[in-house]
């Protein structure tokens, strides 16, 4: 099993910056891919960023160029920085992971930081 916590996420005016945490414990050695989605009220879960054990990243259009993740392997934390915030940001970040149980593959998820962007 993984567990993933999340922190960082708070209000900000728009322009500014934030960066999220998600510190990952229990069977972290079987997380093939860690990373973001978000979402908005009224609105679907969207992906925001992905990086794979090997160090690939993704990102949802809507951010490319503004915002990076990260992972530090040694804390089995993942990092989401975040400039130029618009307030379209505005949702709840949810950490996600892809674990390998050995046989197949299945998501676990944190339980959300909000993250409000006032214009």
């Not at 978000?38 to 993704?58: D, H, M, Y």
């Not at 934390?77 to 130029?84: D, E, G, P």
Request: hydrophobic share 30%; aromatic share 10%.
């Amino acid at each position: 099993q993984v567990q993933l916590v999340e922190s960082g996420g708070g209000l900000v005016q728009a322009g500014g910056s934030l960066r999220l945490s998600c510190a990952a414990s229990g069977s972290t050695f079987s997380i093939s891919a860690i990373g973001w989605h978000r979402q908005a009220p009224g609105k679907q879960r969207e992906l925001v960023a992905g990086i794979s054990s090997g160090g690939s990243t993704n990102y949802g259009d809507s951010v490319k160029g503004r915002f990076t993740i990260s992972r530090d392997n040694a804390k089995n934390t993942v990092y989401l920085q975040m400039n130029s915030l618009k307030p379209e940001d505005t949702a709840v970040y949810y950490c996600n992971a892809e674990v390998y149980s050995g046989s197949y593959y299945y998501d676990s998820w944190g339980q959300g930081t909000q993250v409000t962007v006032s214009s």
